[in-house]
């Protein structure tokens, strides 16, 4: 980057209005938990808005707001879009469906709009990244909604179809791209460079971020994130915040704001959660088990950490005459769609499942949960007890840690005790014998993700700021 002569640019444009400035500490605080609990950490986070006309936004985009009934601003919205529009690098962690996506875009639109425009051989000024196809043309057409009226263009680029066309787009530019991180590297690198590049790029996106960490695209995310200048603004959203995320955080955003609307995810009081200590070599029989207790209550979700172990066991499955099937990357999309029928209704009755493959999988009924391999972090232990208990139905989720799985009991113990269930002595004891060790090699413990107790700081100066 140091060859490199960047034109300066403008990343802090918000004003805060005097309705907003008038606001005491005290009432900020009371309006953030208005707002769904919303929690900050970082210096100087700006107070969270009311109405669209509180963030400044054209008549153009007012206008917009309003043809598609966009009222005011959802809580994440209102405080992540002062922080944005402030010029800081930003986390916002909010559940699906609670407006992320705008929460970007309309400080990303006055960002572009203080720019010159493109010549010939620019590539764009704002890059969005997200996991898969589907979100990418998703956020493609949220953005649209404002861009025809501001005369900028939104060019999707994503694998799966033929290249030529997104090529010959992205060749005629486009202030924005919306992308997964592995066709747009296909794009950066096509042609000798020709096709598009990252020099005009000062804004950049990463949206579901924990899908995409979880997906496995961390390389690819940093390979394009460390080919974009240094001093560009960079926000990451996400429905959830693990703690292995922390490290990719802390090494591509400075100094940022960090939001959270809601309290972390737990267990919810209709799941009975059970954890069993086990060798290895006992896990099928005490499954066999447990699946005669549960069988003819309902469907049940068998959960395991890789596509080979999921095809084992079902095949062991098969012989003891259980119909079940399996749901994984390696499975195509046909299959895939009807399994799920057969398992919707009720036809299969178990179904075995990586935890990635049965993100987003909604079916009503479910009785029974087993973690056959342990889940290896909080968030995931919660999402996969949580397909259980819905509704207000009774649900029971059992899972399985192995002695060697010590490291993962942690956050386990972390997850019983904030949804108020006992720990299991032998559980309890596996943890502190972890600890104890780690404590003997010199190493720090921590569990849970960033945002149990007092959660992680990114330096000494933002732990003092924030406290
Ligand atoms: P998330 O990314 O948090 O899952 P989305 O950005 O996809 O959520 O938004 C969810 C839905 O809410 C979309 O249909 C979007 O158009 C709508 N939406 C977003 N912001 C608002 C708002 N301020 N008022 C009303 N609806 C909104
Ligand atoms: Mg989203």
């Known amino acids: ?11 802090a ?59 005011k601003p959802t809580p994440i919205q209102a405080q992540a879009i002062p922080a944005i529009m402030s010029g800081r690098d930003t986390i916002g962690i909010a559940k699906t469906g609670s407006g992320k996506t705008l929460a970007f875009v309309l400080p990303m639109l006055r960002h572009i709009m203080d720019q010159p425009p493109l010549s010939d051989t620019d590539g764009p000024i704002a890059l969005i990244m997200g996991p898969t196809r589907e979100l990418v043309m998703q956020i493609g057409k949220e953005t649209k909604k404002f861009t025809k009226s501001l005369n900028l263009r939104v060019t999707c680029v994503y694998g799966g179809t033929g290249i030529s066309e997104q090529i010959a787009e992205l060749k005629r530019g486009a202030e924005i791209i919306v992308c997964t991180p592995g066709r747009m590297i296909d794009m950066l690198t096509a042609n000798n460079g020709r096709v598009t590049n990252l020099r005009r790029v000062t804004y950049v996106v ?51 704001i960090e939001i959270q609307v809601g309290g972390r995810s737990v267990v919810c ?38 596509q080979e172990n999921a095809d084992t066991l079902l095949k062991d499955l098969m012989k003891a005459s259980y119909s079940c099937m399996a749901l994984h990357g390696g499975i195509d999309q046909y299959d895939r769609d009807s399994n799920i029928v057969d398992f919707k209704n009720g036809k299969i009755k178990i179904l075995i499942a990586t935890s990635v493959a049965a993100r987003g999988l909604d079916v009503k009924h479910m009785i029974l949960v087993v973690n056959y391999d342990c889940p290896n972090h909080y968030e995931d232990y919660v999402h996969r007890c949580g397909r259980t208990g819905r509704a207000g139905n009774k649900g029971y989720a059992y899972t399985f840690i192995t002695k060697e799985q010590e490291r993962f009991s942690g956050d386990i113990v972390r997850a ?33 993700g960033g945002y149990s107790g007092k959660g992680f700081k990114f330096d000494e100066n933002e732990a003092i700021a924030a406290s």
């Open 1 to 11: 980057h140091s060859g490199v002569d960047y034109e300066s640019f403008r990343k």
């Open 13 to 71: 444009f918000y004003v805060e209005v005097p309705e907003i400035t008038r606001m005491t500490a005290e009432e900020v605080k009371k309006y953030r938990e208005e707002l769904e609990g919303i929690a900050v950490r970082g210096k100087n986070c700006p107070k969270p808005i009311k109405t669209w006309a509180h963030c400044g936004v054209a008549k153009k985009i007012f206008e917009a707001l309003k043809k598609h009934n966009f009222e």
């Open 206 to 256: 990463l949206d579901e971020a924990d899908r995409m960490f979880d997906m496995g695209f961390e390389p690819q995310v940093m390979k394009i994130i460390d080919n974009v200048r240094p001093d560009r603004q960079v926000v990451m959203f996400s429905a959830t915040f693990p703690r292995q995320m922390e490290a990719l955080a802390r090494r591509i955003l400075n100094k940022p």
């Open 269 to 306: 009081k209709d799941v009975e959660q059970h954890i069993i200590v086990i060798e290895e070599d006992q896990k099928f029989l005490k499954l066999l088990e447990i699946l005669g207790h549960y069988y003819d209550e309902g469907n049940t979700i068998i959960f395991v950490d890789k």
């Open 416 to 448: 019983l005790e904030s949804s108020s269930v006992e720990v299991p002595p032998e559980l309890d004891t596996m943890w502190v014998r972890y600890r104890a060790k780690q404590a003997a090699e010199g190493k720090k413990v921590h569990t849970g």
